[in-house]
Nanobody, 115 residues
Framework: QVQLVESGGGLVQPGGSLRLSCAAS????????MGWYRQAPGKQRELVAG???????NYADSVKGRFTISRDNTKNTMFLQMNSLKPEDTAVYYC?????????WGQGTQVTVSS
């Protein structure tokens, strides 16, 4: 089955930047629809950004213009570049993969934006 591992989270000041990575197992990465979700304390898990096998992207309104999703099929890795971070971005960020109508999830990585 597909296994996903997130990395790159940490503590950053407001206005700072972080880049999250998601490494996927297997040899069919280019066939996966990929996305980033996040869950803040007291809130439901929400979609942050997604990228299709065709390279089409979509973003939540709250991060549009600040975050950029991308993928490198030669390295089986997806990225989330996070700029101009706000305290409201504080959450656990999860990597998601969809393949053959089945969802796979990583363990999550903590992002904390605070002074």
């Amino acid at each position: 089955q597909v296994q996903l591992v997130e990395s790159g989270g940490g503590l950053v000041q407001p206005g700072g930047s972080l880049r999250l990575s998601c490494a996927a197992s297997g040899s069919s990465f280019s066939s996966y629809t990929m996305g980033w979700y996040r869950q803040a304390p007291g809130k439901q898990r929400e979609l942050v950004a997604g990228v299709t096998t065709r390279g089409d992207t979509n973003y939540a309104d709250s991060v549009k213009g600040r975050f950029t999703i991308s993928r490198d099929n030669t390295k089986n890795t997806m990225f989330l570049q996070m700029n101009s971070l706000k305290p409201e971005d504080t959450a656990v960020y999860y990597c998601n993969s969809r393949f053959l109508a089945r969802d796979y999830w990583g363990q999550g990585t903590q992002v904390t934006v605070s002074s």
